[in-house]
């Protein structure tokens, strides 16, 4: 158990809709990041909050945003979904060296 | 950019076999080299971490060693068990430096099955 949680675990939504995935970092983490991993891309990273801030961007879709709350815990709103938006979303925690991930959230977008 | 090369998978190993992943990569400079692994149903977990020409990153009888020269960062175990079936992840990233992230890139995955 990393102590990353994440929430749902399972996602099954329709094109065009919007969702919202939950993390809740490892306690005393500041940092959250959030991975997106699919068959033909694997692991790609999205966003980096750190503290409440955005610290980072990678290849997210301007479709999806994050934010990160007073409480540290992050979410990642995902909007107009394609079927290509299906995949497994992770969302780690700890320093850029040594990242703790959760279990991942399975997005299925019919 | 930066980039990680991992050998295609699925590896297929019996039990006591000696293990080779084989990971190499682009980058510039001195990037920190990393392997991740993923047990069925679970996120990634850090393995071992190397941050320098010729160390040597080991955990739970795994080993890698940060080559330069063929920048090359092969993950090795001298004998496998059924539960080191997984997917392994070679990483890089960027040397530490003030401000900023260290953006962490990800090769495609190893497949491990070992089978008794």
């Known amino acids: 158990d990393s102590g990353v949680t994440q929430t749902p675990k399972h996602l099954i939504t329709a094109t065009g809709q919007r969702v919202t995935l939950r993390c809740s970092p490892r306690?005393?983490?500041?940092?959250v990041y959030w991975y997106q991993q699919s068959l033909d891309q694997g692991l790609q990273f999205l966003i980096q909050?750190?503290?409440?801030?955005?610290?980072a961007k990678g290849n997210i879709l301007e479709r999806f945003s994050a934010q990160q709350f007073p409480d540290l815990h992050s979410e990642l709103n995902l909007s107009s979904l394609e079927l290509g938006d299906s995949a497994l979303y992770f969302c780690?925690?700890?320093?850029?060296?040594?990242?703790?991930f959760g279990p991942g959230t399975r997005l299925t977008v019919l | 950019g930066n980039s990680v090369t991992q050998m295609e998978g699925p590896v297929t190993l019996s039990e006591e076999a000696f293990l080779t992943i084989n990971c190499t990569y682009t980058?510039?400079?001195?990037?920190?080299l990393f392997w991740y692994v993923q047990y069925p149903g679970e996120g990634l977990q850090l393995l071992l971490k190397?941050?320098?020409?010729?160390d040597k990153g080991s955990n739970k009888g795994f080993e890698a060693t940060y080559r330069k020269e063929t920048t090359s960062f092969h993950l090795e175990k001298g004998s496998v068990q059924v539960s080191d079936s997984a997917v392994y992840f070679c990483?890089?990233?960027?040397?530490?430096?003030?401000?900023?992230?260290?953006?962490?890139?990800f090769g495609t995955g190893t497949k491990l099955q070992v089978i008794p």
């Open positions: 980058a510039t400079g001195y990037p920190s």
């Open positions: 990483a890089l990233s960027d040397p530490p430096h003030s401000g900023g992230y260290q953006k962490v890139t």
């Open positions: 190397a941050t320098k020409a010729d």
């Open positions: 306690s005393g983490d500041l940092s």
């Open positions: 780690a925690s700890g320093h850029w060296d040594t990242q703790y």
């Open positions: 909050y750190y503290n409440g801030e955005e610290r």
